[in-house]
Nanobody
Framework: QVRLVESGGGLVQAGGSLRLSCAAS????????MGWFRQAPGKERECVAA????????FYRDSVKGRFTISRDNAENTLYLQMNSLEPEDTAVYYC?????????????????WGQGTQVTVSS
């Protein structure tokens, strides 16, 4: 069993930055692909970014390309999301997730473990 705990969310003004962290416990996730997802009120959950097990392959949704960076530290069993140039449209609860196997995907149904989420609010 893998437990995922997100941190780093908060309230920030448009144009600001936040760094989300996702600490994994229970077992090492170095062989798991991982991803960051978000869900805004009244909207479906969407994948923001995904990364393969080694960290060498990443995917981003178009709206965050050039602003967000996903990374991982397998020695620390931790996933990160650096978010720059934040926009009010980025306001959502952000979740990290882990999937069996090392191949990254942005498909939420492929993920086996989920965190509880951290709120990100961007004011205009």
């Amino acid at each position: 069993q893998v437990r995922l705990v997100e941190s780093g969310g908060g309230l920030v003004q448009a144009g600001g930055s936040l760094r989300l962290s996702c600490a994994a416990s229970g077992r090492t996730v170095s062989n798991y692909a991982m991803g960051w997802f978000r869900q805004a009120p009244g909207k479906e959950r969407e994948c923001v970014a995904a990364i393969n097990s080694s960290g060498g392959i990443t995917f981003y949704r178009d709206s965050v390309k050039g602003r967000f960076t996903i990374s991982r530290d397998n020695a620390e069993n931790t996933l990160y999301l650096q978010m720059n140039s934040l926009e009010p449209e980025d306001t959502a609860v952000y979740y990290c997730a882990a999937k069996f196997g090392g191949s990254a995907t942005m498909a939420s149904f492929a993920y086996n473990y989920w965190g509880q989420g951290t709120q990100v609010t961007v004011s205009s």
